[in-house]
């Protein structure tokens, strides 16, 4: 039976990441729209804690973009319950990403529409300068991210994609991942109009693969891996128990980490 989609579904990063994760949980979660997810880990506490400050550190960088005086958001990250926020605004004031030029479009949602498909897209930080875009996001990650899986994701992939359309941009678009663990070390990608155009096709096939699914082709993932840090796990037979940090190699640390920045209660925050 083929999938009845939700009308005027709206794709974006974290549904799309979560169906190559696993079909099956992309299924329950955004056709099905099933409740009551198991916990994540028995961790959970820490993660989300982990999770919150990074969007604390997010509305900073953000109130510093619409014009908020430095002296006050000085303060405020002192006055903050981690004191991490106010290690993390020092770096941020003594980067270069504190002297931006140009135009500047902070915490900016953009929603289009492209091939029939509706996207949307919240991008920390838009510059636009000498007739170019730059797309910035600032992470809070544990562990510095691996450039080929960050090059291979769906947020690299689609960002330019929906910025490049939604503004008719032909120029190439510069993307840069500034990690707060490692500054001096930013992430740079650059997208040709070709690259933007080659991987408009991927996000175009993938998006007709999803929606022209049956209910059965739906299945659960084979890296089984995953399973002990997914919400859903209870649906499917596959366990009741979270894992523990003992039962967790590094990649299992990662995916929990995307778990929270790309499927947290649908945030596309940190």
Same mark, same amino acid.
């Given at each position: 039976?083929?999938?009845?989609?939700?009308?005027?579904?709206?794709?974006?990063?974290?549904?799309?990441?979560?169906?190559?994760?696993?079909?099956?949980?992309f299924y329950?979660?955004?056709?099905?729209?099933?409740?009551?997810?198991?916990?994540?880990?028995?961790?959970?506490?820490?993660?989300?804690?982990?999770?919150?400050?990074?969007?604390?550190?997010?509305?900073?960088?953000?109130?510093?973009?619409?014009?908020?005086?430095?002296? +006050?958001?000085?303060? #405020?990250?002192? @006055?903050?319950?981690?004191?991490?926020?106010? /290690?993390?605004?020092?770096? !941020? *004031?003594?980067?270069?990403?504190?002297?931006?030029?140009?135009?500047?479009?902070?915490?900016?949602?953009?929603?289009?529409?492209?091939?029939?498909?509706?996207?949307?897209?919240?991008?920390?930080?838009?510059?636009?300068?000498?007739?170019?875009?730059?797309?910035?996001?600032?992470?809070?990650?544990?562990?510095?991210?691996?450039?080929?899986?960050?090059?291979?994701?769906?947020?690299?992939?689609?960002?330019?994609?929906?910025?490049?359309?939604?503004?008719?941009?032909?120029?190439?678009?510069?993307?840069?991942?500034?990690?707060?663990?490692?500054?001096?070390?930013?992430?740079?990608?650059?997208? +040709?109009?070709?690259? #933007?155009?080659? @991987?408009?096709?991927?996000?175009?096939?993938? /998006?007709?693969?999803?929606? !022209? *699914?049956?209910?059965?082709?739906?299945?659960?993932?084979?890296?089984?891996?995953?399973?002990?840090?997914?919400?859903?796990?209870?649906?499917?037979?596959?366990?009741?128990?979270?894992?523990?940090?003992?039962?967790?190699?590094e990649n299992?640390?990662?995916?929990?980490?995307?778990?929270?920045?790309?499927?947290?209660?649908?945030?596309?925050?940190?």
């Amino acid at each position: 039976m083929k999938t009845q989609f939700p009308n005027n579904f709206v794709f974006s990063q974290s549904n799309m990441q979560t169906y190559l994760n696993c079909r099956y949980k992309f299924y329950l979660r955004y056709i099905q729209k099933l409740t009551w997810p198991a916990q994540v880990t028995v961790d959970d506490l820490r993660f989300e804690e982990d999770r919150n400050t990074g969007i604390r550190f997010h509305q900073l960088l953000h109130q510093y973009f619409l014009g908020f005086k430095p002296e +006050l958001l000085i303060q #405020i990250a002192e @006055n903050d319950p981690d004191n991490r926020i106010s /290690t993390w605004f020092q770096t !941020f *004031l003594a980067s270069q990403y504190a002297q931006l030029q140009g135009k500047i479009e902070s915490e900016k949602t953009i929603t289009t529409c492209i091939n029939d498909r509706n996207f949307i897209v919240k991008y920390d930080l838009l510059q636009f300068k000498d007739g170019q875009y730059t797309i910035y996001d600032w992470k809070t990650s544990n562990k510095v991210p691996n450039r080929e899986k960050l090059m291979d994701s769906i947020q690299t992939r689609l960002y330019p994609v929906v910025l490049s359309e939604a503004y008719q941009n032909d120029q190439p678009i510069n993307f840069i991942i500034w990690e707060i663990i490692a500054p001096n070390a930013p992430i740079v990608f650059s997208f +040709l109009k070709q690259e #933007i155009l080659n @991987n408009g096709r991927y996000i175009k096939e993938l /998006t007709d693969e999803i929606l !022209f *699914l049956d209910n059965s082709d739906f299945f659960k993932t084979s890296n089984t891996r995953q399973c002990k840090i997914c919400e859903y796990r209870s649906y499917c037979n596959r366990g009741t128990m979270p894992a523990t940090f003992e039962e967790l190699d590094e990649n299992g640390l990662n995916e929990i980490e995307d778990y929270w920045i790309t499927n947290g209660y649908d945030a596309n925050l940190v």
